[in-house]
């Protein structure tokens, strides 16, 4: 039996819909998702979940297969996958801009 922590991956999303989500409306999606996924970050419309390395690829079929969101039909697509939290957010959740990019 390992005593190993396990390795952790973080996948960047983002949440098209009619509206700007609540992080409470995208914990709820998330939670009813058949994979188990950890809410680490969500400012509208981009988020960031918590899996490991071995279920990497079934959390992205399972965030990608959210189709509704508080009652709203929506789209969630992945933007990419990083190892630690630092190297996700720098990569794909800090929003466009000029100098003085505020990371999420």
Do not use: C
């Amino acid at each position: 039996m390992s005593t190993r922590r396990p390795r952790y991956r973080y996948i960047a999303f983002r949440v098209e819909g009619p509206r700007a989500f609540r992080r409470e409306e995208v914990f709820e999606a998330i939670r009813s998702a058949p994979e188990r996924l950890w809410l680490v970050e969500f400012r509208h419309p981009l988020g960031l979940v918590r899996t490991t390395h071995l279920t990497k690829d079934a959390a992205i079929r399972a965030l990608v297969g959210i189709g509704t969101m508080a009652g709203e039909r929506v789209r969630v697509t992945t933007v990419g996958t990083s190892g630690t939290i630092r190297a996700a957010t720098r990569k794909y959740l800090v929003h466009a801009g000029g100098v003085g990019k505020e990371p999420l």
